[in-house]
């Protein structure tokens, strides 16, 4: 008796699992448009308008080592998926070694609010725009290692 119940239980935990790793796997193949329906939300690049303050740190890669590294920049978003950069500084290992101003590169944003954000020869970043375009996330994907935010100011 003990055996039958045994298998009964291991057979019922087996299907339990197997409909979570199915349910876990399905998840990411959700299209982005779905995706976005679901919590109400359909992202697009000009909703990304005005000045943002950004902060991140992370590493910098100088030959092969990595460095650690704080950034501080006024990101203007332009609604048409080009940024520029009203100031900003680059502290790698303590210290200051670029100021930003003027700086600039494109975004996207897919209807999924996950898009992209590159620095001609810079570095490139993953992002997500959080609801009402009030604050967004990112991770560097190229150029170094780093992750941060980005804060919308008002009324600039």
């Known amino acids: 008796m003990k055996t039958k119940l045994t298998k009964i239980i291991m057979s019922s935990l087996a299907f339990a699992c197997a409909l979570v790793c199915l349910a876990v796997t399905m998840a990411p193949g959700t299209s982005a448009t779905a995706r976005a329906a679901a919590d109400g939300r359909v992202c697009s690049v000009g909703m990304l308008k005005g000045l943002y303050l950004s902060s991140w740190d992370g590493y910098a890669n100088f030959g092969g080592n990595l460095?650690?590294?704080?950034?501080?920049?006024?990101?203007?978003?332009?609604?048409?998926?080009?940024?520029?950069?009203?100031?900003?500084?680059?502290?790698?290992?303590?210290?200051?070694?670029?100021?930003?101003?003027?700086?600039?590169?494109?975004y996207t944003v897919?209807?999924?609010?996950?898009?992209?954000?590159?620095?001609?020869?810079?570095?490139?970043?993953?992002?997500?725009?959080?609801?009402g375009a009030q604050k967004i996330w990112f991770t560097q994907t190229a150029g170094g290692l780093g992750v941060g935010t980005a804060t919308r100011l008002p009324g600039r």
Do not use: H, Q
């Not at 609604?79 to 100021?99: A, K, L, P, Y």
């Not at 209807?111 to 959080?130: A, E, K, R």
């Open 67 to 106: 460095v650690p590294k704080t950034v501080m920049e006024g990101k203007r978003f332009n609604g048409d998926g080009t940024f520029s950069n009203d100031f900003g500084t680059v502290n790698v290992g303590g210290m200051t070694i670029i100021d930003t101003t003027g700086a600039g590169g494109s």
């Open 110 to 131: 897919a209807p999924d609010c996950t898009g992209t954000l590159s620095v001609p020869n810079g570095p490139s970043f993953n992002m997500y725009v959080g609801p």
